[in-house]
């Protein structure tokens, strides 16, 4: 082979590996273009995935205080009308057992408050009557459950207590429960509990009892 054919194919040779080269700058040039493109969209996209994560947890936040707002309003709204309910149901409640004959002579309404000697607040009582013989507990719900009548025992038992503790004169308590609705069922447990009940009937309240009905005294 001559020189002149070796040089010919040496530079042939070059050129390839030169265009091969710029194939492959090419190549690399495109795939870093492409890779810092696709860095920059996931970039772009983790951007709004902050800010509607950001987003969301301002509107879960917005959310919890305008419940918490709700709950606090409801809560006011409850105590307002307990104490409406309180304040309409209990002439009622000491007429009804004025005529069962007990004649108390001492009266608090709403919130009656059992202190202990640890000066303690143990109980409150929404209607408290007493006489020289008898004390009547009165719970007033504007829709009594199960739970109220056994909340109103463990209340007159603690009651009892205290009155021991502080060695007041022995007197018989009795319970009632008075509801404006008043369900048949939860009846049924407050009277088998031993308690007078008391319901609505139109703009007064009416003892609703079996006519041999014995209270329980604590």
Do not use: C, W
Not at 12 to 19: A, G, K, N
Request: charged letters at 30%; glycine letters at 4%.
């Amino acid at each position: 082979m001559s020189n002149s054919t070796i040089s010919l194919t040496y530079e042939q040779v070059m050129d390839s590996i030169r265009e091969a080269q710029k194939v492959t700058q090419k190549a690399i040039q495109d795939f870093v273009k492409d890779t810092n493109l696709a860095m920059q969209e996931v970039a772009e996209q983790q951007k709004k995935t902050q800010k509607a994560i950001e987003e969301t947890q301002k509107q879960h936040k917005e959310t919890e205080k305008a419940i918490k707002e709700t709950q606090k309003q409801m809560g006011k709204l409850g105590n307002r009308f307990g104490e409406v309910t309180e304040h309409m149901v209990f002439p009622a409640v000491v007429s009804r057992f004025n005529e069962l004959g007990y004649r108390f002579h001492t009266e608090f309404e709403g919130n009656f408050k059992v202190i202990n000697k640890k000066n303690k607040l143990i109980a409150e009582i929404d209607a408290y009557l007493e006489n020289d013989t008898t004390i009547a507990v009165v719970e007033i719900k504007a829709k009594p459950n199960e739970e109220d009548i056994e909340a109103h025992i463990q209340r007159i038992e603690k009651l009892k207590q205290n009155r021991q503790e502080f060695n007041d004169p022995p007197k018989i308590i009795i319970g009632a429960i008075a509801g404006a609705v008043f369900p048949a069922k939860i009846k049924a447990v407050a009277i088998k509990a031993g308690f007078y009940v008391l319901v609505q009937s139109g703009d007064t309240m009416k003892l609703d009892i079996p006519q041999n009905f014995k209270p329980r005294e604590f």
